[in-house]
Structure formats: C-alpha cells, structure tokens
C-alpha cells in the first residue's frame, strides 16, 4: 500500500497536473487573472456615434431626495456617464456620481437623468451619454457665465478632500460638455432649478431674462444653435415657491428660443417636504425623456 501511494504521489504525470493547476490559481483555489496589469474592459461604441444630453440644476437634478434600491448601481444598457477624467464609463446610479460641482458623495442618488437615459436607449436604440454637473442650493446668478466660483467648504456640505477648492458652475458645465462632445453630439439640455429663486416676486420676474442669458452663452460656448432644445423644469408643487415660479416657467418658449418644460404635477416628494422622492424622480425623469423625443422626433426615426 505505501508503495502505491509514494509511487502515485512522485509520478511525473501527476506532477505535471498538479503544476498546471496550481498555475491557474492564487492559493486558495480561487483562478487567477492570467494579465493582472490589463483588466478586462467594457466594449464601447464608437466615438462619434453618441447622443449627448446634458443635465444641469440644483438638489433635485443631483438626486438629493431619490432613495437607492439594489440592482441601481448596475449598468444601464447602452448608456454611459463621463467620469472627472473625461473618460467613458457604463452608466449606473447615482448618474451625478462624477458632477464636478456636486456636494458629498452620499446625498447623490437617483435624479430624473435615471429614468430619462433608459427610456431614451431604449426609444432611440442609440448610445445615450449622460453629463450631469448638478449641485444644490445654488441659483440661477450662480449658473450665469462670469459669476463668482463657488468655494467647497464643509458648511457646503461638500467632500473633505474638495474644502477651500472653488470652481465656477458655467465653466464646469461648458468645460465637461465639451469634452463629452468629443464622442458624439449634443441633443439637448434638461434644467432643473428655481427653488432658491421662487421664493419672492422680484426674484420669479428676473428669473427667464437671467435664464435666456444663461442659454445663450451656454449654446455660443459650445458651439451648438437655437436647435438644441433647452428643457426645463417647474418645481414640485408643494413648494412654497411653486405658485409663483410654476406659472413663470411655463412661459419659457416665449423667452428662450427653442425653450420648453415638463410638469411636475403629482411629482411625490420624500419626508423633508422639499426634494423629489424616488418616484418622483422616474416619473418626471420620464417627462423630460418624453419630451426630448417630441422635440426630436425619435419614434420616427426608428
């Protein structure tokens, strides 16, 4: 019997397969990846074939209100997020994940471009590439071309890492737009923001001639036309500012050209009675994904 045994253990085949298996794992059993400095990665579209949308706005185009569930973090089919890099990366919520403006990390979660890019991969059958650069409680004196940078700061509820930083909102916006113009082209804007500017009559009749202006440096900026829509949207309408900001924003075709909204009629809200709750954000999301195929005729285009 010790015959046997010594024999099978020296004998040079079971050497050999025991070598074999051993060079394709790292010690516990588990397969070793045969090129560990070249990870496997995503297939991407080509660059030039990308439909680019471009989402801007405060807390509510961030997500601040939008509960997470499992499965959102996976990959949204056909849809892609540039990242702080200005790289391609799979989209997956929260999509203001890479904003260079945003707050901290934990209150981005899922925001209207959510729903918005599945629907659209889906109606268009095209790669949708999402820019989302939202930050809260900002207004719409901050967003305009020239104003002051915002500084991060622990009050501002931002990162630690980004205290004492500052960045402008337009430049950022203009900056990072651009660069997702590199991989295809721009199909619209959809705008998200008014709260901080609802909240007196002086400040609502100020609000479109500051928005036109915004839009038309954005649009000279990026080198796109009149043809690209701007959407925006009214706010929810249980804010306290709604009544006054609500009927003002309806009005925006008749300001900023090729200018449009969405409702936020029966838009649900989360606890703190401000911000739109996860359902509210896929159905508003969906609005805006409506709209945008109203205005660029995408179902017949299949």
Not at 286 to 300: C, I, P, Q, S, T
Request: aromatic fraction near 10%.
């Amino acid at each position: 019997m010790k015959n046997f045994v010594k024999k099978t253990i020296f004998s040079p085949l079971v050497m050999a397969f025991c070598l074999l298996v051993l060079a394709g794992c790292n010690g516990t059993g588990d397969p070793v990846n045969p090129d560990p400095e070249t990870p496997e990665t995503p297939a991407f579209p080509e660059p030039g074939s990308y439909d680019v949308y471009l989402f801007l706005g405060q807390s509510n185009m961030s997500g601040f209100g939008g509960e997470m569930l499992p499965g959102d973090e996976d990959p949204i089919p056909n849809v892609y997020l540039l990242d702080n890099n200005g790289e391609l990366r799979p989209a997956a919520a929260p999509m203001n994940w890479f904003s260079s403006v945003r707050k901290r990390m934990e209150v981005q979660k899922i925001n209207p471009a959510f729903q918005f890019s599945k629907e659209m991969s889906v109606k268009s059958k095209r790669p949708v590439l999402i820019v989302c650069n939202a930050r809260g409680a900002t207004t719409i004196s901050q967003w305009q071309k020239g104003a002051n940078p915002i500084t991060f700061s622990q009050d501002g509820g931002d990162d630690p890492w980004m205290w004492g930083q500052k960045a402008g909102l337009y430049d950022e916006a203009v900056r990072r737009c651009k660069q997702a113009m590199e991989y295809g082209t721009l199909k619209a804007v959809c705008w998200h923001q008014g709260c901080g500017d609802s909240q007196s009559d002086t400040a609502v009749n100020a609000y479109l001639p500051l928005l036109n202006k915004f839009v038309t440096d954005l649009r000279t900026d990026l080198g796109v036309g009149a043809e690209v829509p701007f959407i925006a949207g009214e706010l929810q309408y249980k804010s306290s500012g709604a009544p006054r900001f609500n009927p003002m924003i309806q009005t925006i075709g008749t300001v900023v050209e090729n200018g449009h909204w969405v409702s936020a009629e029966g838009v649900t809200i989360c606890g703190d009675g401000i911000h739109f709750d996860r359902a509210g954000n896929i159905l508003i999301g969906g609005r805006y994904a409506a709209k945008v195929m109203e205005l660029l005729d995408v179902e017949k285009e299949e």
